[in-house]
């Protein structure tokens, strides 16, 4: 079923949505969610959350592009129930790791939001990602937007993990270099 179609069964209220939300996107949600909880129950429930979080939220909203807006959602809800579980229990897990490897980039999301708008942080992490190798850019997006581990990233991206962290170090230098230089204070 094509992403349209599903969104008209959530926007006609019809039940559907969610099963065919699940069969075309549970599969990649899920990896999205497991990367991020390292929990297969914990992943199940997120996803749940997150096919909720859609019905509930469509409409009002119409989004133009169903994959990106659900992730969205996994992500927001897996994060939240990452940051609250590992911060009970001090365990490392991928989030945490990429997270900090990124902190020397963007500065706390306070700061961030008293400074600039969240969406023109957006757009010039974008710009920035634009402008770089599409190897870097593929190996950062999969090490901090899809969060795979070091390993995995730098297995896909057909490298070694030496050049791939190598890589992360120049990628992520030169994104706090072209934040400094778009007015972000880090």
């Known amino acids: 079923m094509?992403?349209?179609?599903?969104?008209?069964?959530?926007?006609?209220?019809?039940e559907k949505a969610i099963d065919q939300t699940g069969r075309k996107y549970g599969r990649y949600l899920g990896k999205i969610a497991y990367n991020i909880l390292?929990?297969?129950?914990?992943?199940?429930?997120?996803?749940?959350?997150?096919y909720l979080a859609a019905w509930n939220s469509i409409p009002p909203q119409k989004p133009a592009v169903l994959r990106t807006y659900l992730v969205m959602l996994v992500r927001r809800i897996c994060v939240k129930r990452a940051e609250k579980k590992y911060s009970q229990k001090r365990l490392g897990n991928e989030y945490a790791v990429s997270?900090?490897?990124?902190?020397?980039?963007?500065?706390?999301?306070?700061?961030?939001?008293?400074?600039?708008?969240?969406e023109q942080l957006i757009e010039t992490i974008n710009s920035y990602l634009r402008n770089i190798s599409e190897?870097?850019?593929?190996?950062?997006?999969?090490?901090?937007?899809?969060?795979?581990?070091?390993?995995?990233?730098a297995s896909y991206c057909g490298m070694s993990e030496?050049?791939?962290?190598?890589?992360?170090?120049r990628t992520r230098s030169g994104l706090r270099e072209h934040l400094i230089k778009e007015g972000y204070i880090l």
Not at 2 to 13: A, Q, S, W
Not at 38 to 50: H, S, V
Not at 163 to 168: D, E, G, V, W
């Open 162 to 169: 030496s050049k791939a962290k190598s890589m992360l170090y």
């Open 99 to 118: 997270l900090s490897e990124l902190e020397e980039c963007i500065s706390d999301s306070d700061r961030v939001d008293e400074d600039m708008e969240l």
């Open 2 to 14: 094509e992403d349209n179609e599903i969104v008209r069964l959530y926007l006609d209220r019809n």
């Open 135 to 153: 190897e870097a850019r593929s190996l950062f997006i999969g090490r901090y937007y899809y969060l795979d581990s070091l390993k995995k990233a």
């Open 38 to 50: 390292r929990d297969t129950e914990d992943c199940k429930e997120c996803l749940n959350e997150a």
